[in-house]
T-cell receptor
Framework: DTGVSQDPRHKITKRGQNVTFRCDPI?????LYWYRQTLGQGPEFLTY????????KSRLLSDRFSAERPKGSFSTLEIQRTEQGDSAMYLC??????????????FGPGTRLLVL | TQLLEQSPQFLSIQEGENLTVYCNSS?????LQWYRQEPGEGPVLLVT?????EVKKLKRLTFQFGDARKDSSLHITAAQPGDTGLYLC??????????FGKGTKLSVKP
């Protein structure tokens, strides 16, 4: 069990450029979540997948954001036409239901995005 | 809307002191989780509390879930510099996600 990994760890881009982040969940975890965390705030939910199906999206996820999990394993989060307000830490978490139906989310180290 | 309020927002103490941080909501949660996050890293789960009135201990950390399952507290005894970090509480949201408080930023000075 190698934990959740995210790539890249840091990304600096210019306003208007597109960026793509990758998340590799813990193997056999069927649920994968994306969150965004800005300075001084707790993580805020963006979207989640159960296997390859994207089940929920937050209102925070504007049309410029798209997420995929094509084979139910790794996931990508793409931001098109980045804006300075997109600067944040993007966190990925994975989980599966355990005993008693309880679910624990394990987080990756995050991708810190800076839009200049 | 489910919200979690954490207090205090910042806490700076000397090594060896005790402290308590709070997590409050007007909503009932089926469970609450406490995470610790270091700068530039993702949150790491410390504990999940499920039953109203439940108390869980993790070495020098004591977690309590309120009887009504609307609030929780984290007490640290004899804090050490290694306890420094952002402490986040989180509860289950309606979309299957976690709802986080803003966190308590703890600094323990040697």
């Amino acid at each position: 069990d190698t934990g959740v990994s995210q790539d890249p760890r840091h990304k600096i881009t210019k306003r208007g450029q597109n960026v793509t982040f990758r998340c590799d969940p813990i193997s056999e975890h069927n649920r994968l979540y994306w969150y965004r965390q800005t300075l001084g705030q707790g993580p805020e939910f963006l979207t989640y997948f159960q296997n390859e199906a994207q089940l929920e999206k937050s209102r925070l996820l504007s049309d410029r954001f798209s997420a995929e999990r094509p084979k139910g394993s790794f996931s990508t989060l793409e931001i098109q036409r980045t804006e300075q307000g997109d600067s944040a830490m993007y966190l990925c978490a994975s989980s599966r239901k355990g005993q008693g139906g309880r679910e624990t989310q394990y987080f990756g180290p995050g991708t810190r995005l800076l839009v200049l | 809307t489910q919200l979690l309020e954490q207090s205090p927002q910042f806490l700076s103490i000397q090594e060896g002191e005790n402290l308590t941080v709070y997590c409050n909501s007007s909503s009932v949660f089926s469970s609450l989780q406490w995470y610790r996050q270091e700068p530039g890293e993702g949150p790491v789960l410390l504990v999940t509390v499920v039953t109203g009135g439940e108390v869980k201990k993790l070495k020098r950390l004591t977690f309590q879930f309120g009887d009504a399952r609307k609030d929780s507290s984290l007490h640290i005894t004899a804090a050490q510099p290694g306890d420094t970090g952002l402490y986040l509480c989180a509860g289950g949201g309606s979309q299957g996600n976690l709802i986080f408080g803003k966190g308590t930023k703890l600094s323990v000075k040697p």
